[in-house]
């Protein structure tokens, strides 16, 4: 498609659940990000994928979160025994496959608009 | 490390009169530097980039900035708001488009 498109807009968990959000990037984009974004504050990096490989993982929490990129499925970011801290904005980005520097096709993330999850 | 402060969190202007976002940045390195939009309720659209080249880039919208390296700095500005330009903006910087660092955002409030 020509839009990131995540799924669900909004999921609600009671703490200690399980949450999944999904991501499909655009077509033909081989990077992915996720990003999580608290009280309207600042986007904190996550992970990001080139095609089904992680590319870097520094910003995931070590426990509880985990991403996945498989072929021909949607990207997955998964929390589990949710606590009341993730409740936040998931943003999910993609962009086209480049080298580590700007070229004539270099472009930046497009973004989907979001999964907001809530803890109760 | 990359850094990105935007020291003003609430910007408040008339319709029709100018504004400038602030966007500072701190890199031991080189880096690229954007400014994203975001509508309520929506994800994050790119206004405009800084990649190499003319310091002062223009963007959707009628929004420009100038990257000033000695300063370190990225401000965005428009010479006449809109109502429709309320929205939050955020700036970003990335090294090597893997990750990308985002300030804390400005709300645009844009009064009639």
């Known amino acids: 498609g020509e839009e990131v498109a995540q799924t669900p807009k909004h999921l609600v968990r009671g703490e200690g659940q399980k949450a999944k959000l999904y991501c499909a990037p655009i077509k033909g984009h081989s990077y992915v990000f996720w990003y999580q974004q608290v009280l309207k504050n600042e986007f904190k990096f996550l992970i990001s994928f080139q095609n089904e490989n992680v590319f870097d993982e520094t910003g995931m929490p070590k426990e ?11 990207c997955s970011l998964e ?19 480049y080298g580590r520097g700007p070229s004539p096709t270099s472009q930046p993330q497009h973004f989907g608009d979001g999964t907001r ?3 109760l | 490390a990359q850094s990105v402060t ?8 008339f319709e029709e009169a100018p504004v400038e976002l602030r966007c500072n940045y701190s890199s031991s390195v080189s880096v690229y ?12 659209q790119l206004l405009l980039k ?4 003319s310091t002062l880039v223009k963007g959707i919208n009628g929004f420009e900035a ?11 500005r428009k010479p006449s708001v809109h109502i429709s330009d309320t929205a939050e903006y955020f700036c970003a910087v990335t090294y090597n488009f893997n990750k990308f660092y985002f300030g804390s955002g400005t709300k645009l409030n844009v009064k009639p």
């Open chain 2, 33 to 44: 530097l954007f400014w994203y939009v975001q509508y309520p309720n929506q994800g994050l």
């Open chain 2, 6 to 13: 935007q020291l003003d969190s609430q910007v408040p202007v």
């Open chain 2, 50 to 53: 800084y990649l190499s080249g």
């Open chain 1, 79 to 97: 929390i589990q025994a949710t606590k009341l801290e993730d409740s936040a904005v998931y943003f999910c980005a993609s962009s086209q496959s």
């Open chain 1, 117 to 119: 999850l809530s803890i």
């Open chain 1, 64 to 74: 509880r979160f985990s991403a996945k990129c498989l072929p021909n499925s949607p």
């Open chain 2, 66 to 76: 100038e990257f000033n390296k000695s300063q370190t700095s990225f401000h965005l």
